[in-house]
């Protein structure tokens, strides 16, 4: 398990693409599962996620071919096998995923139960409900999910909460259903729209996708299609507060700054300077300290909880004191035991961090926890004192497409060693 090292230094400038989103390119390959025809998914990011799951989609039976780097071609005409099994499912939770397509086209499936992780119990009660309103007879046992239904029935679901996936889950269950069913309380980020553009090019009949409610009239098949996943807007708010706490500047392009108001408001609120294009977005770092904000996270349109890590770090060196009060996941702030090991004056209350900014962190050895929380710890090593030694970086390759790579194209000092890296040094 490699580790990776950042030396504090001056301020991040330049330009960078954006890569796909991680959380849109993975229901789009599983919704592949939902047709014989071909699918051919562009943009895709080259991450330890997508490999995981082109393993279980091959496990499945589904032909895989990687015509280049970021495109996929997928083709499930001879899926044989509608098992998606514990070692693959506990790497990584969006495998389940593949419960919804397996149940609508095969009418059987058995799924592992993900489990939790870092942030938090992470059920999928949700997705079960959803399921056995269609119609999908479920057993949970064993630690997996069982699920039969002859053919699904559409149904009217109400999401007791928003949930992303579990929203996607249900979609691609009902686009082969025998008639209407209308999905309430649905989630509303860009992702679960990017997932109906697919299905709606794949002759699937869905309406409000991006709205509370979705509607979806069933079909009796679904063909192939060509899509380009959207860029992944939590590695486009990661940069941008990369560039505004070290003082810098950068041009993010290949992104959607509609999907990233609720970040680029609190950028602007703390003091950076913004331009705003079609499918970019320049920031520039105030001369002097930023000012701290108040966060509140909550579903999309609102504040990501995704980005909830890197602003508790903006929040760590800016000028002030600011609350963060985090709402979607019970236990999503161990980032801050680490920025705290890094000089960071921040108190904990429940789901609310109270932050207050000092001028500067020292470099500290810290571990990663989380996907996102550990590219915060990655940009608080960039602009602390010396040089800081992250561990359990696997969390980062799951979720950033080359982060040191794009990183050092804006000036960073950054490099990945060996995990006895610390070891040897000292010896
Ligand atoms: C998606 O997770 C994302 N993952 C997460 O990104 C993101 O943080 C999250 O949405 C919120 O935006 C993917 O899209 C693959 P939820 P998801 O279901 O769908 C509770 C990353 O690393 N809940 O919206 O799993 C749940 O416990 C990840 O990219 C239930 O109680 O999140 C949470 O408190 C981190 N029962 C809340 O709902 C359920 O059946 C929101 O969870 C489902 C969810």
């Known amino acids: 398990m490699d580790k990776l090292i950042a030396t504090g230094g001056g301020p991040l400038r330049g330009e960078i693409r954006i890569s796909g989103a991680k959380n849109a390119a993975l229901p789009v390959m599983i919704c592949s599962l939902l047709t014989s025809e071909t699918m051919t998914i562009s943009n895709i990011p080259h991450l330890h996620d997508i490999t995981t799951i082109m393993e279980l989609l091959g496990q499945l039976g589904v032909k895989l071919q990687v015509d ?13 096998n509608v098992v998606a099994p514990y070692h693959l499912v506990k790497t990584m939770r969006a495998s389940i995923l593949v419960l919804g397509p397996l149940l609508a086209r095969f009418g059987k499936a058995e799924v592992s139960l993900p489990g939790g992780c870092a942030i938090g119990s992470r059920p999928v009660n949700l997705h079960i409900k959803g399921l056995q309103a269609l119609g999908a007879k479920i057993t949970v046992d064993r630690g997996y999910i069982r699920a039969r239904a002859n053919r699904l029935r559409g149904a009217r679901i109400f999401m007791d909460l928003i949930s992303v996936t579990g929203t996607e889950n249900l979609m691609m269950a009902a686009v082969l259903a025998e008639g209407t069913t209308v999905i309430e309380n649905a989630a509303r980020e860009p992702e679960v729209i990017d997932l109906a553009r697919c299905l709606k090019t794949m002759g699937a009949d869905i309406h409000g996708a991006g709205s ?27 940069f941008l ?50 000012k701290a904000v108040n966060i509140r996270t909550a579903p999309y349109p609102a504040f990501p909880t995704d980005m909830q890590a890197q602003f508790v770090l903006l929040n760590s060196i800016a000028d002030g004191t600011a609350t963060v009060v985090e709402t979607v996941f ?11 090991r890094m000089g960071a004056n921040i108190q904990l209350d429940g789901n609310t961090a109270v932050v207050q900014g000092v001028r500067k962190l020292q470099a500290a050895p810290v571990m990663a926890t989380d996907l996102r929380a550990s590219a915060c710890l990655v940009l608080a090593g960039l602009i602390a004192d010396g040089e800081t030694l992250i ?3 696997y969390h980062i390759d799951r979720g950033y497409h080359c982060i040191e790579e794009k990183l050092s194209q804006l000036g960073a000092v950054i490099r990945r060693v060996p995990r006895n890296y610390l070891e040897r040094k000292s010896a």
């Open 241 to 290: 507060v990369a560039a505004a706490i070290s003082g810098g500047e950068i041009k993010i392009k290949d992104v959607k700054p509609q999907q990233i108001e609720a970040v680029l408001d609190k950028l602007r609120e703390a003091g950076a300077s913004l331009e705003v294009g079609d499918d970019w977005v320049h920031l520039r770092a105030p001369r002097g300290r930023l």
């Open 330 to 340: 019970e236990n999503r702030f161990m980032h801050i035991h680490e920025l705290r």
């Open 212 to 238: 509370d409610e979705i509607t979806i009239h069933g079909v009796q098949r679904l063909g192939g299609a060509a899509h380009r996943v959207i860029p992944d807007r939590i590695e486009a708010g990661t």
């Open 391 to 393: 561990d359990r970086i």
């Open 68 to 80: 280049d780097k970021l495109t996929i071609e997928a083709n499930a005409t001879e899926v044989n």
